[in-house]
C-alpha cells in the first residue's frame, strides 16, 4: 500500500540552530503535505501546509519544501528555541480521496 | 467554541468488552475522521466520514465501526475489545478534505 518514510526519527540540535525533517511519499496522485506539531501529551496541531502547485511556503521561521519529481517534502525550522521541541509529523493526501497517509513521527529535542 | 471534544478521555476495558467513543465538533466541519496513535508510530486512520450521511473505511478499519450521527457528532465503536485496541484515539475534523484538521484531546484505551 502507499506509505510516507520520514526521517530521522530523533533529531537534537542546538538551541539556534537549523533542523531538518525530511519525508518521503509513494503516490505519485498526493497533492496535499501539512505538517503536524504534536507536544508530550498533547493533541497534533497543524503547524504548515504545501499543496502540489507550490515549491516552497514560509511562515516565520519555519519553512516547507516539495519536490514532486523526486517525491519528497522537508520542514525546515530555523532559529530553534526550547518550545520547538516536540514531535513532528509529516503526512501525504492519498489519491484524491480524503485519507491522509502519516509519516511515524521525528522527535525534535532542542539542547540549551 | 470548544472546538472537537472528545469523550472520555480514559478507558479501561476487559477483553470481549464493548464501548463507544464519542466525538462532537463546533465548527460545522464537513469532514470528520477516527485515528488511532501507537508509541513510534503515526497516526493510522480508522474511519473517517467526507460529509454527512456517509463514511468509509480507512487504513485500519478492522473491528472497528461508526456512526455520522449528524453533522456534529461522528461515534467510533468497538464491539469486541481486544489487548491489540490499546492505543490512544483522537476524533479530528475539517472544513473539506484538504484542509487543516482540528484534533480533540485524545481518548487513552487499555484493554485488559
Known amino acids: 500500500g502507499e506509505n510516507v518514510e520520514q526521517h530521522p526519527s530523533t533529531l537534537s540540535v542546538q538551541e539556534g540552530d537549523s533542523a531538518v525533517i525530511k519525508c518521503t511519499y509513494s503516490?505519485?496522485?498526493?497533492?496535499?503535505f501539512p505538517w503536524y506539531k504534536q507536544e508530550l501529551g498533547k493533541r497534533p496541531q497543524l503547524i504548515i501546509d504545501?499543496?502540489?502547485n507550490v515549491g516552497e511556503k514560509k511562515d516565520q521561521r519555519i519553512a516547507v519544501t516539495l519536490n514532486k519529481t523526486a517525491k519528497h517534502f522537508s520542514l525546515h525550522i530555523t532559529e530553534t528555541q526550547p518550545e520547538d521541541s516536540a514531535v513532528y509529523f509529516c503526512a501525504a493526501s492519498l489519491g484524491s480521496n480524503y485519507q491522509l497517509i502519516w509519516g511515524a513521527g521525528t522527535k525534535l529535542i532542542i539542547k540549551p | 467554541n470548544a472546538g472537537v471534544t472528545q469523550t472520555p478521555k480514559f478507558q479501561v476495558l476487559k477483553t470481549g468488552q464493548s464501548m463507544t467513543l464519542q466525538c462532537a465538533q463546533d465548527m460545522n466541519h464537513n469532514s470528520m475522521y477516527w485515528y488511532r496513535q501507537d508509541p513510534g508510530m503515526g497516526l493510522r486512520l480508522i474511519y473517517y466520514s467526507a460529509s454527512e450521511g456517509t463514511t468509509d473505511k480507512g487504513e485500519v478499519p478492522n473491528g472497528y465501526n461508526v456512526s455520522r450521527l449528524n453533522k456534529r457528532e461522528f461515534s467510533l465503536r468497538l464491539e469486541s475489545a481486544a489487548p491489540s485496541q490499546t492505543s490512544v484515539y483522537f476524533c479530528a475534523s475539517s472544513e473539506l478534505g484538504y484542509t487543516e484538521a482540528f484534533f480533540g484531546q485524545g481518548t487513552r484505551l487499555t484493554v485488559v
Open positions: 503516490d505519485s496522485a498526493s497533492n496535499y
Open positions: 504545501i499543496r502540489s
